[in-house]
Structure formats: C-alpha cells, structure tokens
C-alpha cells in the first residue's frame, strides 16, 4: 500500500522510520486538539462531571495502559517475526483512534471511564510496538537525530494542534474538538498499514500459549517478572 510521507532527505532516514514518525506525529497532534480542553468538557458537559473524575479517568488510564504494556511486549519479543509488532501497533492505533467518536456520544461519567479504559489498551499495544519497531530499523549513527526529529515534530505539531482545537471548541463546540480529533488519528494510523511492505518477514517457531499470557498479564498487574 502506497501511502504519501514527509521525505527527511536531508537526513536521509530509511523508509521504515520516515513512516514510524509521519503516523505518529499526526496521531500525537489529533490528541492535541483535545487532551488540554478534556477537563473543561467533562465538567460542564458530563453529568456527575468534575475535577476529581478527570483525576479518575486519568488515574484508570495509567494503571491499565501499566498492567497492560509490560505482558504485551513480552509476548511480542517473543514471537520473532515484526508482523505481530505491525498489527499491534496498527490495532492499538486504529482502537484510540475511535475513542474521540465515543467522546461524542458520552453523557455519564461512567462513559468516560470506559472510553479511557479502551484508549489505555490501545495505547498498551501501540507504546510498545512502535518503540520496538524503530529501535531495530533506526539508522546506525543517526539514532539521536531520529529520536529528535519525531520529537520535535510533535512538539511543533502538538503547539498548533492546541491553538486550533482551542479555536475549535470556542467557535463551533467539543463536538468540532471530537470529530477533528477522531478524523486526524485514523489518517494517522493509516500510515502504519504502509509497514506491511518493507518490515522483514521472519519465520516464526515460537508461539505463545494461553497460560503463558495470562502469567505475563499476572506478573504485569503486580510489578513483577520482568
């Protein structure tokens, strides 16, 4: 699949990487036209909405995308073809993705709990993968420009993304903020699927059984194994 990038030809970066920072600059921007006015929203939109729920909220987020990251990069490391490191990162991209639709139609702060609850393991998925997948494909001698570059594209993205979600929601509501938001990380997300076509495809004799995962999701939820 033939997806348009920003070409870094100056840098000279490889292909695999130039696709790792075009998605993930675009989904970091979407999320910033609406995590700064999230508060604002679920306290004067959500019924039983306050500060102390989008401490909550935050709160569930952490602790299941903490439980939850650690098991998953286990098992991808274990499995040694990068095909299962491209669709966990394609599933938790596309899953946060359609979690600003579902901001759409909460009206209960139980909604929003649910929704983090989904965006924290589409991000336990995501997290992962995509650090896995770059830290094998960064360019030898470039890996501090590689680091920098996604960084501060996101940092400049992320600065005009605020400004506009800031005008978004001031002139046409949240539910501008929302949609824009929702729209922007499925482009984003659709980058990854570029990744099929250059990752190596390695045999796999490993695989992971069922009791195996529910020990690393085990020692994931106590801090432990690892």
Not at 38 to 48: E, G, H, L, P, S
Not at 179 to 202: D, N, P
Request: with cysteine; glycine share 10%; hydrophobic share 50%.
């Amino acid at each position: 699949m033939k997806i348009p990038t920003i070409k870094f030809r100056s840098l000279k970066l490889n292909k695999i990487i130039e696709i790792l920072i075009n998605g993930n600059i675009i989904i970091t921007a979407a999320w910033g036209f609406i995590n700064p006015f999230f508060a604002v929203f679920v306290t004067n939109q959500i019924k039983d909405g306050s500060l102390l729920a989008v401490g909550i909220a935050s709160t569930l987020y952490w602790i299941v995308k903490s439980a939850l990251q650690m098991p998953i990069a286990k098992v991808l490391d274990k499995l040694s073809s990068e095909d299962d490191d491209a669709i966990a990162l394609m599933l938790g991209s596309f899953l946060i993705s359609l979690v600003p639709f579902g901001f759409l139609m909460a009206t209960q702060i139980i909604h929003i709990y649910f929704l983090h609850i989904i965006l924290a393991f589409g991000d336990a998925l995501r997290v992962p993968s995509w650090n896995a997948i770059f830290t094998r494909h960064v360019d030898k001698g470039k890996e501090g420009i590689s680091w920098g570059l996604n960084s501060t594209l996101c940092g400049y993205l992320l600065a005009i993304a605020t400004l506009c979600g800031g005008w978004i929601a001031e002139k046409i509501g949240f539910q501008g903020v929302f949609i824009f938001g929702g729209v922007i990380s499925i482009l984003g997300s659709v980058f990854f699927l570029a990744l099929v076509k250059y990752l190596r495809k390695l045999p796999s004799n490993q695989k992971v059984t069922f009791k195996e995962f529910v020990d690393y999701l085990r020692d994931g939820m106590l801090g432990r194994g690892f």
